[in-house]
């Protein structure tokens, strides 16, 4: 691996991680970037970086929407959640929305470290006391599982249904016409399985997929 990008909107921990893996693994490049939509914008102009590093806590994404926005650009790249938050419900929202690992920013240095090498080896790495067979059963994991067939579009329109705006509403946010709206949500409904929209902010929620 020599090209690694760090999606985290703290200058220090980008700096931070920036220094420490590139150093600890010989990285040729390390990119930085402050948003998910610099994150897009960085591999749509540079390419697939080699593994991504993501904090959940950004200015346009906070929850596991980043993970699932990143995760069908980079096909099968290593995408590892970096956070200071271990709650076990948000660790297996993380994962079911196709992150390979997920690490504390508390870690000791050595021991990130030896994190992130195991999830670049194709480990499933997870903070201590998440037991990985517990996930697998767990509501969250299974609920954002069902959200990564949501096309972008899609995803934009959820999270303005998540904050109570109407179909005339969203069409004025997004620029396009209100039958369009209609259509997208009919089809948002039929990929996650519910039947109004009450439903799909309420599973959106349980996913954490806009908010922890």
């Given at each position: 691996?020599?090209?690694?990008?760090?999606?985290?909107?703290?200058?220090?921990?980008?700096?931070?991680?920036?220094?420490?893996?590139?150093?600890?693994?010989?990285?040729?490049?390390?990119?930085?970037?402050?948003?998910?939509?610099?994150a897009v914008a960085s591999i749509r102009e540079e390419g697939v970086p080699d593994a991504v590093v993501l904090?959940?806590?950004?200015?346009?994404?906070?929850?596991?929407?980043?993970?699932?926005?990143?995760?069908?650009?980079?096909?099968?790249?290593?995408?590892?959640?970096?956070?200071?938050?271990?709650?076990?419900?948000?660790?297996?929202?993380?994962?079911?929305?196709?992150?390979?690992?997920?690490?504390?920013?508390?870690?000791?240095?050595?021991?990130?470290?030896?994190?992130?090498?195991?999830?670049?080896?194709?480990?499933?790495?997870?903070?201590?006391?998440?037991?990985?067979?517990?996930?697998?059963?767990?509501?969250?994991?299974?609920?954002?599982?069902?959200?990564?067939?949501?096309?972008?579009?899609?995803?934009?329109?959820?999270?303005?249904?998540?904050?109570?705006?109407?179909?005339?509403?969203?069409?004025?946010?997004?620029?396009?016409?209100?039958?369009?709206?209609?259509?997208?949500?009919?089809?948002?409904?039929?990929?996650?399985?519910?039947?109004?929209?009450?439903?799909?902010?309420?599973?959106?929620?349980?996913?954490?997929?806009?908010?922890?």
């Amino acid at each position: 691996m020599s090209d690694l990008l760090v999606v985290d909107d703290h200058p220090l921990m980008c700096d931070a991680l920036s220094a420490t893996l590139g150093f600890a693994f010989g990285l040729r490049k390390v990119r930085v970037a402050s948003s998910l939509a610099a994150a897009v914008a960085s591999i749509r102009e540079e390419g697939v970086p080699d593994a991504v590093v993501l904090d959940l806590s950004l200015p346009d994404a906070n929850g596991v929407e980043g993970v699932l926005a990143l995760r069908r650009l980079v096909g099968d790249v290593p995408l590892a959640v970096i956070s200071a938050d271990l709650d076990p419900k948000l660790v297996s929202a993380a994962m079911g929305a196709g992150a390979n690992g997920y690490v504390g920013k508390l870690l000791p240095r050595a021991k990130m470290v030896e994190a992130f090498s195991r999830i670049w080896a194709g480990e499933r790495v997870l903070p201590e006391g998440c037991e990985p067979e517990s996930l697998e059963e767990d509501e969250a994991m299974v609920l954002a599982r069902g959200f990564a067939s949501l096309t972008p579009q899609q995803m934009n329109i959820l999270r303005l249904i998540c904050q109570g705006r109407p179909n005339k509403i969203i069409s004025y946010e997004l620029s396009i016409a209100e039958a369009t709206v209609k259509t997208h949500i009919a089809a948002i409904m039929t990929k996650i399985n519910v039947r109004n929209r009450t439903q799909a902010a309420l599973l959106a929620s349980k996913a954490r997929i806009f908010a922890r």
